[in-house]
């Protein structure tokens, strides 16, 4: 009907700490206007980049409205009737002959949404199957802060207005965080003081009193430098040692070497060692962790160290002060129904996804069945996971789009997108949760994730609860906390509720959630930062405020990635010029763009290329785990600058 125009609230589902409240006016089946919610207390009224500009992808023409079949070295529409009809009969010719250890069901975080869980307990109720372990994004970090405390979790969002002093390590928030802007202006304004601590010189900058660039990797130094200055100087919380286990082993650490040493190996001044001193012994101050710096191998010691600075200076388990890597997005949400790792009969460690598919015997991988992600590009070792995908017999993508990973599938299975959800979503940067709602809905011959499972559970011999619509799942979703103001009438009266069952101050009375109730200090580090091989510069790949991951459009995947590095690291090459980034693993074609803010030694690229394009840095990127969390090291990379 021409002339119908109506504006819907929803959620964005995205991989981002934010998880905002979306008013998306749609006219004539069209979305029109994207905002962000004004009465979302995170939200307040505005929107990243990114999502700002995803009417384009929801109107894409290269949007997937049937079901694909590959045939030699492309693909034909088929129906959803023979698509699943051949699915289910090779998942059970393949389950009866080598059991359901050889199917591999992967899911990543393409979509937050929690209904996506639904698919993960199908593959169990079959199964169970192989499923991964650790996570790419943030296994070091969430491993490193479960061993110091018990569980990776922050302080209320808007604490954040009792500290004194805020300390954004490695953090990026106009990429990563944008809805962080407005309140970390407002506290600067109230007198906080702000310091930015990352290798890499950004827009980050603008926002802070002071700014130290270290080199990268040297967190460890840059630690134990300032923790040295706090017990020399007797400026350490008093009574540290009795809510800290370890507490004489980590001062044992940061004595073991004099401050000179430290700023020398951090490559920052002593007097910057003596300025976090003072803001973390002045506070109550306040760490927000990026999540750059736990994707090294030495991921999880990093922020370990963090922890442990923060344990002993006393910012923790108060009002204005704490390590923020992560609130826990789940925890208001029932989802025992999928049990996970704990019936898994075999994982595969995310970061090792192509090298583990291509050793997996006894028995081998002969299915996977992918969805939420774009592993061919977006994990480590890029072109062993696309082989490892093109070499099983049946691989079947669930997404919208002929991803890099969808163009290895036999079957691509064509599903909804953001503004066409019908879920849960919780946040990993507060606590609010939100209900999404579809604004529009999808194109005939798409099928929303959970659907396509409940059409497949009747060919593989399983009914209920996969047959069950998405009101029912969201209602067995929230019956944790419907009783305490979250119920899913509740969250439809609201733009988003605050999840009941998170504190404002987490670990309040410093009481930890460890066997002893008390901190755990880490008790090893080694503070010596990667060494660059003689001739070679250190990739760093970066999340950008232009797209999220490899969710783009093709025209915006034309020419060669731009590399951006010191003037001093570009081999005499000029501004502009093609090169090569080349190592072990491949080659990638870059335009170079010289920047003398960037420290000498790095070549900065942003993540999220594609592998068809020839734009994914992660073709030179070694599949390897962290030291703990089976995290990814993308940032362990290193890499020589010839001339194109």
């Given at each position: 009907m021409l002339g119908l125009m109506a504006t819907v609230r929803t959620s964005?589902?995205?991989?981002?700490?934010?998880?905002?409240?979306?008013?998306?006016?749609?006219?004539?089946?069209?979305?029109?206007?994207?905002?962000?919610?004004?009465?979302?207390?995170?939200?307040?009224?505005?929107?990243?980049?990114?999502?700002?500009?995803?009417?384009?992808?929801?109107?894409?023409?290269?949007?997937?409205?049937?079901?694909?079949?590959?045939?030699?070295?492309?693909?034909?529409?088929?129906?959803?009737?023979?698509?699943?009809?051949?699915?289910?009969?090779?998942?059970?010719?393949?389950?009866?002959?080598?059991?359901?250890?050889?199917?591999?069901?992967?899911?990543?975080?393409?979509?937050?949404?929690?209904?996506?869980?639904?698919?993960?307990?199908?593959?169990?109720?079959?199964?169970?199957?192989?499923?991964?372990?650790?996570?790419?994004?943030?296994?070091?970090?969430?491993?490193?802060?479960?061993?110091?405390?018990?569980?990776?979790?922050?302080?209320?969002?808007?604490?954040?207005?009792?500290?004194?002093s805020v300390l954004l390590w490695g953090k990026n928030p106009h990429v990563a965080s944008v809805h962080l802007l407005p309140l970390l202006k407002e506290v600067r304004r109230s007198g906080a003081r702000l310091a930015l601590i990352d290798p890499v010189h950004h827009r980050g900058t603008s926002l802070v009193d002071h700014y130290l660039q270290p080199r990268p990797g040297a967190d460890v130094a840059l630690v134990l430098g300032v923790a040295r200055r706090l017990f020399e100087t007797d400026r350490h919380e008093a009574d540290a040692a009795e809510y800290c286990d370890n507490f004489d082993t980590f001062r044992t650490l940061a004595m073991a070497r004099n401050t000179q040493e430290w700023a020398a190996l951090a490559e920052v001044e002593t007097d910057e060692l003596e300025l976090l001193a003072t803001m973390l012994a002045e506070g109550p101050a306040t760490i927000l962790v990026g999540w750059g710096m736990q994707r090294r191998a030495n991921g999880a010691a990093i922020v370990r160290a963090v922890d442990a600075l923060a344990a002993i200076s006393g910012n923790i388990g108060r009002p204005g002060a704490g390590v923020s890597f992560y609130s826990r997005r789940r925890q208001a949400f029932d989802t025992s129904f999928s049990q996970g790792l704990a019936i898994a009969p075999r994982t595969i460690p995310e970061p090792l996804f192509g090298p583990g598919i291509l050793a997996a015997n006894d028995p081998p991988i002969r299915a996977c069945w992918i969805s939420s992600g774009n592993p061919a590009c977006?994990?480590?070792?890029?072109?062993?996971?696309?082989?490892?995908?093109?070499?099983?017999?049946?691989?079947?993508?669930?997404?919208?789009?002929?991803?890099?990973?969808?163009?290895c599938a036999d079957y691509v299975l064509p599903t909804t997108t953001m503004l066409e959800e019908d879920d849960l979503l919780g946040a990993y940067g507060h606590h609010w949760i939100t209900e999404a709602r579809p604004a529009l809905p999808p194109p005939p011959g798409v099928l929303a994730d959970h659907e396509i499972v409940a059409q497949l559970a009747p060919r593989l011999g399983l009914g209920a609860p996969f047959t069950d619509d998405a009101e029912a799942w969201k209602e067995k979703m929230l019956s944790r906390v419907a009783g305490q103001g979250a119920s899913l009438a509740d969250l439809r009266e609201k733009p988003?509720?605050?999840?009941?069952?998170?504190?404002?101050?987490?670990?309040?009375?410093?009481?930890?959630?460890?066997?002893?109730?008390?901190?755990?200090?880490?008790?090893?580090?080694?503070?010596?930062?990667?060494?660059?091989?003689?001739?070679?510069?250190?990739?760093?790949?970066?999340?950008?405020?232009?797209?999220?991951?490899?969710?783009?459009?093709?025209?915006?995947?034309?020419?060669?990635?731009?590399?951006?590095?010191?003037?001093?690291?570009?081999?005499?090459?000029?501004?502009?010029?093609?090169?090569?980034?080349?190592?072990?693993?491949?080659?990638?074609?870059?335009?170079?763009?010289?920047?003398?803010?960037?420290?000498?030694?790095?070549?900065?690229?942003?993540?999220?290329?594609?592998?068809?394009?020839?734009?994914?840095?992660?073709?030179?990127?070694?599949?390897?785990?962290?030291?703990?969390?089976?995290?990814?090291?993308y940032l362990d990379t290193f890499v020589t600058l010839v001339p194109a």
């Open positions: 964005c589902n995205r991989d981002c700490p934010d998880a905002c409240s979306l008013l998306v006016t749609v006219e004539n089946g069209r979305v029109t206007r994207l905002r962000g919610d004004p009465d979302h207390p995170v939200t307040r009224g505005f929107l990243c980049e990114r999502t700002t500009r995803f009417p384009e992808r929801q109107h894409d023409p290269a949007r997937l409205t049937s079901p694909l079949r590959r045939t030699g070295d492309g693909f034909e529409t088929v129906s959803w009737d023979e698509a699943l009809d051949d699915i289910a009969a090779q998942l059970l010719a393949i389950r009866e002959e080598s059991g359901p250890a050889a199917i591999f069901a992967y899911r990543c975080g393409g979509s937050m949404g929690l209904m996506k869980h639904v698919t993960d307990a199908f593959f169990e109720a079959f199964g169970p199957v192989t499923v991964k372990s650790g996570d790419v994004c943030s296994g070091a970090g969430e491993a490193a802060q479960e061993a110091d405390f018990g569980i990776s979790e922050s302080n209320d969002f808007f604490d954040l207005r009792n500290a004194r977006m994990l480590p070792d890029a072109n062993a996971v696309a082989e490892a995908l093109r070499t099983r017999e049946l691989t079947v993508v669930v997404d919208s789009f002929l991803t890099d990973t969808a163009a988003a509720v605050r999840n009941p069952e998170a504190a404002d101050v987490v670990f309040a009375e410093r009481v930890f959630d460890t066997p002893s109730g008390k901190a755990n200090l880490v008790t090893e580090l080694d503070p010596d930062p990667p060494e660059a091989p003689e001739g070679q510069l250190m990739l760093l790949s970066q999340s950008t405020s232009k797209t999220q991951a490899s969710q783009t459009r093709r025209e915006e995947q034309q020419g060669p990635l731009v590399a951006r590095l010191h003037p001093d690291s570009a081999a005499g090459l000029d501004d502009g010029a093609r090169a090569e980034l080349v190592n072990e693993l491949g080659r990638l074609v870059v335009q170079l763009e010289l920047d003398a803010k960037q420290r000498p030694g790095v070549v900065l690229v942003d993540k999220g290329g594609w592998l068809s394009a020839g734009r994914c840095a992660n073709v030179l990127v070694a599949a390897a785990c962290t030291d703990h969390g089976e995290g990814a090291v």
